[in-house]
């Protein structure tokens, strides 16, 4: 069935808007159109596999798609109007990632075979494209070389400061040693036992947190993600009790589900054992399975 006029000059309208096309005339673009074939998609369809031969090139006129590397590792989202698969058409290299279709999408399918044949014909229109083609990658280049100053950029930044921290360290790291130095002489004690009571005295100003959750790999997802702190775990609440009256916590966190005294019946032994705990605030129930938390 043929396009209606009205529709057709909408679509060409749309066609001229995509980088590739946009030197064309709207009697080019009318031939692009006539390649076109309609295409749905639902959500989690692959249009395209990376690794997959380009033998067509798509337009993404509604909905979203989503980049995924041969990793699994989403990079990036198109929107329409947009094209996807192009420069592996023009190239014919194989594709370097699969196309997800985020929200339901329609698009534009254009084989390669028809879009080679119809530039074969129109050497107008086969220079028009390529001149558009090495337009965009003249594009991206030049945005690539600006990403990469900006980064150089921002990394010389934090290479100077930490060579300030580290040269600040070096410099307190030798005061300590003088001091100790002059610490042992002034008062006849061993150096190493000064340095020992030092160790002690600075490792109570680092924060204490225990970790309380029955599953291994979580509490070390958090102890991970705490470096600066002193991380203890414990594998259930009875384990949890244990180790509060064996350390100095500045923090507990805990999960609700677990064997051996569940995370609300620790908290309770927490207030009525150790008021401190219940009276600074220091205790969080992590109900990480709901997504919500508690406060105490």
Known sequence: MATPPSKEKLLIQVLR??????GLSPSQVKKILGLCQNQTYKPG???CESGSSPDEM???????LAIITAEGLKVATILPVTTVGEMGVITGQPRVASVEVSKPAALFMIQKAQFDAVLREDQEMQAAVYRAIIDVLSDKLSNDNVRSRDYQMERARYEGRIAVFKRRLKENQSRAAIALDMAAEKTGIDRDELNLHVEEQVKDLIPRILIVDDEPEFRVLVK???PGFDVVEAENGRHAL???QEFKLDLVITDINMPEL??????????AQFPPLKCSGHVRLCRRRTGAGTPI
């Open 17 to 22: 808007k995509i980088p590739i096309f946009n």
């Open 45 to 47: 369809e692959r249009v």
């Open 58 to 64: 798509f337009v993404l006129l509604s909905g979203e």
């Open 224 to 226: 991970d993600a705490l």
């Open 242 to 244: 244990e180790l509060v």
């Open 262 to 271: 569940d995370g609300g019946q620790l908290l309770e032994n927490l207030r």
